[in-house]
């Protein structure tokens, strides 16, 4: 045959537009056909465009739904944009640039990149959540939520970034810094929206054990939830006999109380202000609070401070005691109850409280020396009353529940780490909440009908002064009649944030051009729950909860077939630079797909980013080991040489290449891509050491590596003569046929090594003896078998003098 040249840019070119064209990955609603959902996260189309590990992150799904095809599965493998948020806005503010604009010209960039590496996404689902007949949905949600009262208002201490001009979740503002421009963030108080996700908490840690998650996914959101039982006591104060409830993990430990601390902005303050004598004091101290972000007035190592409450004293509900009361930065109004008990004995952050204040300390669990520091320990009740000689921490928390019952000042209870998901930006580029603001009817939902409450043209998307969302500076959007009773009223200004249209984004999917709803039962019935959906750990708490928030509360109202979107649940490694560091521009180690597409082609970029280790693992990457992979597939290339006649395995290569389709079937459903490819690449040096393969071999291997290299195999399976690769059949194996017919043993003589030889697996302990004699004859000669040990398909060992 004569040699063909490898030309990877006309090839790929070649099959990408084949693909387009006869829109071969096509996902057809209601197929007879078995149904696989694939799913993975829809990237936010930022202007530096895809890096490659956007590549690593969708090529897990890309060569599972590659290989379901050829299974005969209906797949639906979809891709998106999840657009809106603060990255394209602050650069359309820095550019000038309109949002819009920006957006656009960012999705044309990362769908190119996507296509030049030949994902076999269903490109005619694609869906962008800035647009309007996308949006409508995400209004029609939100509407949903208030209709169920699901949607409320308050009034709060948030989370304020000067720098972005914009009130941050506590997740979007982690470590006391803007997760986008990384400023520190200040507390203000303002008016947020809010979803009750907390109503959905036990639902969602119920989800949680009917689904197949990473063992790590499911620990990670049940901390995130953060679930606890305990039990609110009401502490009363002695000047005005008012209730001041806690909220305790450790009711056990009441008698050691010995003061309690309350959030600055308590409203028992204000309540009381009159009879505390120190106010000023206290309000100098709320000031400087106000100050802080929540990070630095919650983190553990750091200076303990506060004011004590001069004209309220607490009194211990079980022991009568007056204790007194403190106000301190690290309480928080937005957690729990805004007051705590506090156990100095017992607890790090109290006892470091109590040594500055000169608090006492009083011992109720035996077995440290409180005198130097607090013990966290289990133990002996002391100095506890009833629960004196008690040492089972469960038995003590119970006996005391009895005894808040029986003095009627506390109950069991329960408490979530988890808070309310605050759901509003004062920024242009997000979804209108539709909701109109009315003198006399007060807050009132936009009417369904009129969805969707489109995001106004504007020429200046400059962020508002002191937290103000720029469409507050817009008379005619701003300016409406109320709904309800069609007197002059104002629409709510702020703008959804950008997790909402990632909340539900998988549903779309089912039904994208759909006009008259967010998708029809029927699609929903037919496609939900997503079968396997793989992305970053780095969202499987916030976005990963709040979408299955939402698919639930979906659910519970009958607009979807299945309580959990999600059925499994993977993740991939990072793919750090060259210097081992994580990819970032600022490092300057961010690699481009297009340019190593351009110099090796997209197939040896697919196969590189799933070879160069664990994809669970992060991973450096490594010029060397992708020219590894080009010389791969450049002798894949070249086996076209050896091609001989031939419609079934050859003696030689069929246990190989039975091994090998095992090996390769089971890996990629595991995700251990790396030892799908290592085993291909030795069958490629089995067929190169026999010299020949045949058309059975070669149709074979070009399917099992289609899913990894879809281009170089789609050229070799049509010019070889098999016709169209997409339309074959996944290959299958002959577990029988995995097995060796000869296996390499040890021979040894009194323990050392003397010879390797090929025996037949079947053989039994005397066709072994014999052949390892044979095989060391010449040691053997002159000296009498004292010992003969057999250990089949390993060694034998002749012990001889």
């Known amino acids: 045959m004569e040699e063909k040249k490898y030309d990877f840019s006309a090839i790929e070119s070649k099959w990408q537009k084949y693909w387009d064209e006869h829109q071969t990955f096509k996902a057809e609603n209601g197929s007879t056909k078995p149904k696989f959902y694939a799913l993975v996260e829809f990237p936010y189309p930022s202007g530096a465009g895809m890096h490659v590990g956007h590549i690593k992150a969708y090529s897990g799904l890309e060569v599972v739904s590659r290989k379901r095809r050829l299974q005969g599965y209906n797949v639906l493998f979809p891709i998106g944009f999840d657009a809106y948020g603060l990255p394209t806005e602050n650069t359309a503010i820095k550019t000038g640039v309109h949002p819009r604009k920006v957006t656009d010209n960012n999705i044309v960039k990362f769908t190119s990149q996507l296509k030049r590496v030949g994902f076999s996404f269903d490109w005619s689902r694609v869906i962008d959540t800035t647009e309007e007949r996308y949006y409508k949905w995400t209004q029609w949600i939100f509407l949903k939520m208030f209709e169920h009262g699901l949607v409320f208002r308050d009034k709060t201490l948030v989370n304020y970034c000067p720098s972005c001009k914009v009130v941050l979740s506590n997740e979007d503002s982690q470590g006391g810094h803007c997760d986008i421009c990384h400023s520190e963030i200040v507390q ?76 600055p902005e308590h409203p028992i303050i204000k309540k009381y202000r009159d009879s505390i004598k120190n106010i000023a004091d206290l309000d100098a101290y709320k000031a400087e609070c106000s100050k802080k972000s929540e ?15 001069d004209g309220l004293t607490g009194v211990n509900p079980v022991t009568g005691k007056e204790i007194p009361i403190y106000i301190s930065d690290y309480v928080m109004m937005g957690y729990g109850t805004g007051a705590i008990m506090a156990v100095p004995a017992h607890d790090t952050r109290d006892y470091e409280f109590a040594k500055k204040f000169g608090i006492d300390i009083i011992e109720v669990i035996k077995g440290g020396d409180i ?124 703008t959804m944030p950008q997790w909402a249209g990632s909340s539900w984004y998988f549903l779309r999917y089912c039904d994208p051009n759909n006009d008259k709803e967010f998708a029809s039962q029927e699609a929903l019935k037919y496609w939900l729950p997503v079968d ?76 590189y980013v799933l070879f160069m280790g664990d994809y669970e693992q992060a991973a450096p990457w490594n010029d060397s080991s992708m020219k590894g992979c ?61 010299g020949k393969i045949n058309d059975a071999e070669m149709k074979s291997l070009l399917i099992l590596l289609n899913p990894f290299a879809p281009h170089i195999t789609e050229e070799m399976y049509n010019s070889l003569g098999y016709g169209i690769l997409n339309e074959a059949q996944w290959v299958t194996y002959d577990e029988a046929l995995c097995v060796d017919s000869t296996v390499e043993i040890v021979v040894q003589l009194c323990g050392k090594i003397k010879a390797r030889i090929n025996v037949p697996t079947a053989a039994d302990k005397d066709e072994l003896l014999k052949m390892a004699k044979e095989a060391i004859a010449q040691s053997l000669e002159g000296k009498t078998i004292r010992k003969e040990i057999v250990v089949p398909g390993k060694l034998v060992n002749i012990v001889a003098n």
């Open 188 to 263: 203000k108080t303002k008016e947020v929206w809010y979803l009750r996700i907390t109503e959905y908490a036990d639902k969602l840690l119920q989800g949680l054990e009917t689904v197949d998650y990473l063992p790590n996914v499911k620990l990670q959101q049940e901390n995130w939830i953060g679930k606890s039982t305990g039990a609110f006591v009401n502490f009363s104060i002695k000047e005005n006999g008012e209730k001041l409830r806690i909220y305790t993990t450790r009711p056990d430990t009441l008698y050691g109380v010995t003061f309690m601390v309350i959030a």
């Open 295 to 309: 990070f630095e007035r919650t983190q553990l190592v750091k200076d303990k401070t506060g004011v004590k409450i």
């Open 371 to 494: 005198s130097k520091e607090a013990y966290t320990g289990d133990g002996e009740m002391v100095n506890s009353g009833e629960l004196n000689g008690i040492t089972n921490k469960k038995d003590a928390i119970e006996k005391m529940l009895g005894v808040l019952a029986k003095l009627g000042c506390g109950e069991k209870g329960v408490q979530y780490k988890m808070k309310d998901w605050a759901f509003n930006r004062q920024r242009y580029w997000g979804e209108p909440i539709p909701i109109v603001h009315c003198p006399d009817c007060g807050i009132v939902p936009v009417p369904y009908e009129e969805l969707p409450l489109e995001l106004p043209p504007v020429e200046n998307f400059q962020p508002g002064q002191d937290g103000e969302s720029p469409l507050a500076k817009i008379d005619s959007f701003v300016h409406c009649k109320c709904p309800k009773c069609g007197k002059d009223a104002r629409r709510e200004t702020d």
């Open 532 to 607: 396997w959906y793989n992305g970053g750990m780095e969202h499987v708490t916030r976005h990963m909860i709040y979408s299955r928030f939402w698919h639930k509360f979906l659910y519970d109202i009958g607009e979807v077939p299945t309580p959990e979107p999600y059925a499994k649940r993977t993740a991939q490694g990072l793919i750090l630079g060259p210097d081992g560091e994580k990819m970032s521009k600022s490092r300057g180690n961010v690699i481009d797909p297009n340019d190593v597409v351009d110099v090796y082609g997209a197939d040896v970029l697919r196969v």
């Open 630 to 690: 080009k010389r791969f597939l450049d002798r894949v290339w070249n086996l076209q040489n050896m091609l001989v006649r031939g419609d079934e395995y050859s003696d030689e290569l069929r246990t190989s290449m039975h091994k090998t389709i095992k090996k390769v079937s089971e890996d990629i459903e595991k995700m251990r891509f790396n030892t799908a490819i290592a085993a291909m690449m030795s069958l490629i040096n089995e067929i190169t050491a026999n």
